[in-house]
């Protein structure tokens, strides 16, 4: 067990909707990463937050986006949803958020399914 | 820009055998690297990192050593088991960047 949370575990929707996932980190770590995992495009960063503020951007689209609270957890919002958009959707945290050998701890994931 | 190129996978192996995964970056300065693993169902855990050139990360059995000249970072275990049936992912993290970049995954199957 990571520490990390990730809440659904699963989420089955259709085409056009709009869906919200979950991230509790570590207690203690400030720093929240999101990954997307696909059979096609393996994996890859999202974004990044850092106790609160958005600190990096990967390949995100723009019908996606995210925040971290005052509490640190994050949310993750993927809107207008698409079959493509179906994959593993990883959530991390650490301690730190820049440079570094430190490590990150990884949630299990939200399985999302778009019909 | 960085990047993580792992070998493809799946490789399969007898239980006991030797493995090898390659890994090679591209990176400008001295980024950190890592090895993650995922089994089954799981997210990703840190396996084994090392921090500059010919350090040797190691870790239930896992080796790597950071290999500057050849921009290298290859998996290495002496003899595996079938609980070691994963996918494990090779990553960097430069210096001054935020972002850790993960190769592709390479997926093993150890047969009994």
């Known amino acids: 067990d990571s520490g990390v949370t990730q809440t659904p575990k699963h989420l089955i929707t259709a085409t056009g909707q709009r869906v919200t996932l979950r991230c509790s980190p570590r207690s203690g770590d400030l720093s929240v990463y999101w990954y997307q995992q696909s059979l096609?495009?393996?994996?890859?960063?999202l974004i990044q937050y850092y106790n609160g503020e958005e600190r990096a951007?990967?390949?995100?689209?723009?019908?996606?986006s995210a925040q971290q609270f005052p509490d640190l957890h994050s949310e993750l919002n993927l809107s207008s949803l698409e079959l493509g958009d179906s994959a593993l959707y990883f959530c991390a945290s650490s301690a730190q958020g820049g440079q570094g050998s430190y490590e990150q701890y990884f949630g299990p994931g939200t399985r999302l399914t778009v019909t | 820009g960085d990047s993580v190129t792992?070998?493809?996978g799946p490789v399969t192996l007898s239980e006991e055998a030797f493995l090898t995964i390659n890994c090679t970056y591209t990176a400008t300065g001295y980024p950190s690297l890592f090895w993650y693993v995922q089994y089954p169902g799981e997210g990703l855990q840190l396996l084994l990192k090392a921090t500059k050139a010919d350090?040797?990360?190691s870790n239930k059995g896992f080796?790597?050593?950071y290999r500057k000249e050849t921009t290298s970072f290859h998996l290495e275990k002496g003899s595996v088991q079938v609980s070691?049936?994963?996918v494990y992912f090779c990553a960097l993290r430069n210096t001054g960047g935020f972002k850790t970049i993960f190769g592709a995954g390479t997926r093993l199957f150890v047969k009994a």
Not at chain 1, 40 to 45: E, I, K, P, S, T
Not at chain 1, 57 to 63: A, M, P, S, T, V
Request: proline share 0%.
């Open chain 2, 6 to 8: 792992q070998m493809e």
């Open chain 1, 57 to 64: 951007k990967g390949n995100i689209l723009e019908r996606f």
């Open chain 2, 84 to 86: 070691d049936s994963a």
């Open chain 2, 63 to 65: 080796e790597a050593t």
């Open chain 1, 40 to 45: 096609d495009q393996g994996l890859q960063f």
């Open chain 2, 55 to 57: 350090d040797k990360g």
